[in-house]
């Protein structure tokens, strides 16, 4: 089980090179991401766009354009078709995001001929690494999912379920948040938690809840509330009850309290990079390390 983004990236170091597809890659931002985690033996790194623009950025910040592979398209939303069915026609391992809007790059990889639909609904997920927790945290959804019902949830467990299995969590503890740690029939996140533990029947993770975040990840506020459960100060994935929830908790604890992340997107055949504009050089390269492992 890892415990820190170092390690993680040190197993992503001793995994095969993974092929990276950037979409419309012309962002000096992630373009720094990408030639760190090449030059770390990552990833061997294939840039969709406009060709000009990307020797461009790529000259400006003094990196060598022979190193990367660079397929021409002018029009952005082009751009993200041909670099999803880079992937499909099995050239890609890794899709990234670079200088387009999440909901264009989404919508080619739902593209039923270009894209790379998978199995589940898409919903992103981020691993963190913080000072006061004693591993790396799970947290879901942040930047899709709006305001999941019960089902929807279902399906964004087994995403990040899947996540945790690849680093070497056997069975994750899913702590389903809400902001009381009983079942109120005014408060749907908790009966959310209810319909959840009572379908539970995957033996792949354990799930428990609904947990107030505090008694979630820490035993002692558990305890003095009274929650019993096991698994209460030891989650491992934090399933958030909607995305204001997920979105606020995520940049509160990345600005406010200097978490190392980690983001992708899962669901899809492939593993997305989908990092925010304002995320780090650093937090955009783990984002590709872990998404090496999936």
């Given at each position: 089980?890892?415990?820190?983004?170092?390690?993680?990236?040190?197993l992503s170091?001793?995994?095969?090179v993974?092929?990276?597809?950037?979409?419309?890659?012309?962002?000096?931002?992630?373009l720094?991401a990408v030639?760190?985690a090449?030059?770390?033996?990552?990833?061997?790194p294939?840039?969709?766009?406009?060709?000009?623009a990307?020797?461009?950025?790529?000259?400006?910040?003094?990196?060598?354009?022979?190193?990367?592979?660079?397929?021409?398209?002018?029009?952005?939303?082009?751009a993200?078709?041909?670099?999803t069915?880079?992937?499909?026609?099995?050239?890609?391992d890794?899709?990234?995001?670079?200088l387009?809007?999440?909901?264009i790059?989404?919508?080619?990889v739902?593209?039923k001929?270009?894209?790379?639909?998978?199995?589940?609904?898409?919903?992103?997920?981020?691993l963190?690494?913080?000072?006061?927790y004693h591993?790396?945290?799970?947290?879901?959804d942040?930047?899709?999912?709006?305001?999941?019902d019960?089902?929807?949830?279902?399906e964004?467990?087994?995403?990040?379920?899947?996540?945790l299995?690849?680093?070497?969590?056997?069975?994750?503890?899913?702590?389903?948040?809400?902001?009381?740690?009983?079942?109120?029939?005014?408060m749907?996140a908790?009966?959310d938690?209810?319909?959840?533990?009572?379908d539970?029947?995957?033996?792949?993770?354990?799930?428990?809840g609904?947990?107030?975040?505090d008694?979630?990840?820490?035993?002692?506020?558990?305890l003095?509330?009274g929650?019993?459960?096991?698994?209460a100060g030891?989650?491992?994935?934090?399933?958030m009850?909607?995305?204001?929830a997920?979105?606020?908790?995520?940049?509160a604890?990345?600005?406010?309290?200097?978490?190392?992340?980690?983001?992708?997107?899962?669901?899809?055949?492939h593993?997305?990079?989908?990092?925010?504009?304002?995320?780090?050089d650093?937090?955009?390269y783990?984002?590709?390390?872990?998404a090496?492992?999936?």
């Amino acid at each position: 089980m890892l415990k820190t983004m170092s390690e993680l990236i040190t197993l992503s170091k001793s995994q095969p090179v993974k092929r990276l597809v950037v979409a419309v890659a012309n962002d000096p931002y992630v373009l720094k991401a990408v030639e760190h985690a090449r030059k770390d033996g990552l990833i061997a790194p294939t840039l969709v766009g406009d060709e000009p623009a990307i020797l461009n950025e790529l000259t400006l910040l003094g990196y060598d354009p022979k190193n990367y592979s660079i397929i021409h398209e002018d029009n952005p939303i082009e751009a993200c078709l041909k670099a999803t069915y880079c992937l499909r026609k099995g050239e890609g391992d890794i899709l990234m995001k670079g200088l387009i809007d999440t909901s264009i790059l989404l919508k080619a990889v739902l593209d039923k001929i270009y894209g790379i639909r998978g199995p589940r609904r898409l919903s992103h997920v981020t691993l963190l690494e913080l000072k006061h927790y004693h591993k790396l945290l799970l947290l879901s959804d942040a930047a899709m999912n709006i305001a999941p019902d019960a089902e929807l949830k279902k399906e964004i467990i087994l995403n990040g379920v899947s996540v945790l299995h690849k680093i070497g969590i056997e069975k994750p503890n899913v702590g389903v948040i809400a902001a009381v740690e009983k079942v109120n029939p005014k408060m749907q996140a908790t009966l959310d938690a209810q319909i959840l533990i009572e379908d539970h029947i995957d033996p792949s993770y354990n799930i428990g809840g609904p947990f107030g975040l505090d008694n979630a990840i820490n035993k002692e506020a558990a305890l003095h509330k009274g929650v019993t459960d096991s698994m209460a100060g030891n989650v491992d994935f934090l399933l958030m009850p909607t995305i204001e929830a997920g979105n606020i908790l995520y940049k509160a604890l990345m600005f406010l309290s200097d978490a190392k992340s980690a983001s992708v997107v899962c669901g899809a055949t492939h593993p997305i990079v989908l990092t925010s504009r304002a995320d780090s050089d650093e937090t955009k390269y783990r984002s590709i390390a872990l998404a090496c492992l999936l």
